[in-house]
């Protein structure tokens, strides 16, 4: 996305400037519908190629469902797409980019490596502010930290495994449920299969936060 981004700069056009920080290919960020401030991948897309029996199909954007950080493109190839951009300023363009980037970096806690926002945002709710209010700020499986700056990021202070994170998603989502009555849906997709007994795990985990 990034170096689409700066393709879109170069030749003058604007739309995915407020995407331009969004980590990833434009393959994940479409079956993602991948956004920030206020855009969604899905609104740019003329259409997407993807690939059917070995062979390349087309579907409109319009004939795509883009769902919140989903889409109906999931479960396929994705091999191609045109977006819709429109002729800009140039100056402006950077301007903006620049500017999205300076709010992320004020607001998501970079100097880690993370899987970016966990949690899908509950209709009328933040995730990020329910996860702080339920007190899980700097909550702690192993190296997987529910990040200070931004609750809705879990962080990996240096030797997390991905089982420590899974663990983590489970206290909080438990945390919140208990004191909102409210459940979390991820917005990040698992890959590989995790053991351990859920309840157990998830209270001994309860009792390593910080
Ligand atoms: C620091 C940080 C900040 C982030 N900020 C944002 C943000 O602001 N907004 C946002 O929406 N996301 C954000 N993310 C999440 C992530 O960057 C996006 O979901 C991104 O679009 C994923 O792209 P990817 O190429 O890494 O895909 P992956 O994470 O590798 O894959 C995502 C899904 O797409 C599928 N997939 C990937 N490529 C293809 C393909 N070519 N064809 C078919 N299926 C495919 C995978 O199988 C998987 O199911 C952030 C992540 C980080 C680490």
């Not at 700056?149 to 991905?162: E, K, M, Y």
Request: one cysteine or more; charged letters at 25%; glycine letters at 14%.
């Amino acid at each position: 996305m990034g170096l689409l981004s700066a393709f879109a700069l170069r030749g003058g056009f604007a739309g995915l400037d407020p995407l331009a920080g969004i980590p990833g290919t434009l393959g994940g960020a479409l079956v993602m519908n991948a956004g920030a401030f206020g855009r969604t991948l899905g609104d740019l897309v003329e259409e997407v190629e993807v690939l059917v029996d070995g062979k390349v199909e087309v579907l409109r954007g319009v004939e795509v469902d883009w769902g919140y950080r989903t889409s109906s493109l999931k479960g396929s190839t994705v091999v191609g797409a045109t977006l819709k951009l429109v002729p800009g300023d140039g100056g402006k363009i950077r301007e903006d980019m620049v500017r999205f980037a300076r709010l992320r970096r004020q607001k998501q806690p970079l100097d880690f490596p993370s899987a970016g926002s966990v949690f899908k945002n509950p209709p009328g709710h933040s995730a990020g502010r329910l996860i702080d209010e339920a007190g899980l700020k700097g909550a702690r499986v192993g190296d997987a930290m529910v990040s200070p700056l931004h609750a809705n990021f879990i962080v990996n202070l240096g030797q997390a495994r991905a089982r420590d994170v899974r663990l983590l998603v489970e206290v909080v989502k438990e945390r919140v449920r208990e004191r909102f009555s409210i459940s979390l849906e991820e917005e990040i997709v698992y890959a590989g299969v995790f053991e351990f007994g859920e309840d157990e795990d998830c209270a001994a985990a309860g009792g390593a936060f910080l």
